[in-house]
């Protein structure tokens, strides 16, 4: 565990080979155990080359975590960047799934006429305009790259054509999901291959 010390901490701890520390949230010393009775029993102090900064050597009485871990030091730096990346990964599936059926549902409002006009609608409602937008969408894509535009228009643009291509989807009742795995199957394959593949299967 890491904490602060000061000259009198340090004193303590030598005189009655318990670790003490100075506790900022009391403003005063602190004796790791006072509550817990968990204390660390020092057999030996140790100081770094430039002398600012030392560590306790010695076998604590119980856990030195108030977690009741064996030592405050158990998360590793490496599983919290998988925690982050599976969180950035649900987060992305989470924004598909929704737009999906915020889509599914223009399309059963259009049953009655119920709801609002919307933009998902009239897209649901003619083929035509929808395969424009699509066409219209991707090709402003390609721009943002040849024309070098920054990075926040890239993003905008793919956004259009992502929801479009879910429209598109959705009425041809295929789910997201099925592209998910579309992809996952070609994770293992590269892409000259599977465009080899299809070649095959065409002819």
Known sequence: MGLLTIRDALATTISSRKATFFSRSRAALWTKGETSKNFINIHDVFVDCDHDSIIYLGKPDGPTCHTGSETCYFTS??????????????????????????????????????GKPSWTKRLLLDENLLCLKIREEADEL????????????????????????????RRKNVKIENVLEVLRQRFSQSGIEEKQSRVTTES
Not at 93 to 112: A, C, D, F, N, P
Not at 150 to 157: L, V
């Open 77 to 114: 730096i490496s599983d919290l960047l998988k925690e982050q990346e599976v969180e950035e990964n649900n987060l992305a599936l989470t924004t598909l799934y929704s737009l999906e059926s915020t889509i599914s549902q223009r399309e059963s409002e259009l049953v009655g006429q119920h």
């Open 142 to 169: 390609c721009r943002t790259l040849e024309e070098k535009e920054d990075n926040s228009r890239t993003a905008s643009e793919m956004a259009d054509v992502i929801y479009h291509a879910m429209v598109l989807l």
